[in-house]
């Protein structure tokens, strides 16, 4: 985010998406268990930028990407065969134990 408050998207949609019932990469989802902490690794993140002096770092975390990924009805069911959705809840925890963090590469010039 830019001094002035403007922000610039740096991946195309879609490209960082991982829908947490498949972050295992199984054959079939693996639902989360509401109270239970999961630590997911966010991988696919391809990108890259020059940021310059009193320039800030924004992460969005979304429940779900609808229109440009399927839409996520946060019950597990398929949103081809299922009606029924509920609201998603998202907490990110930044405790000692549960310390929350986003790593980057630095290139040097």
Request: no cysteine; glycine share 6%; hydrophobic share 40%.
């Amino acid at each position: 985010m830019a001094p002035d408050g403007a922000a610039f998207n740096l991946m195309s949609p879609g490209l960082d998406v991982l829908r947490a019932s498949w972050r295992n990469e199984t054959m079939k989802p693996e639902l989360l268990e509401p109270g239970k902490i999961y630590k997911l690794t966010l991988e696919r993140m391809l990108t890259s930028n020059t940021f310059l002096k009193g320039h800030k770092i924004r992460v969005q975390l979304s429940g779900a990407f609808y229109p440009h990924f399927s839409r996520n009805l946060q019950t597990g069911e398929s949103e081809i065969v299922s009606k029924e959705s509920r609201i998603g809840r998202i907490t990110v925890h930044h405790d000692a134990e549960h310390a929350s963090r986003v790593i980057f590469s630095i290139i040097e010039k």
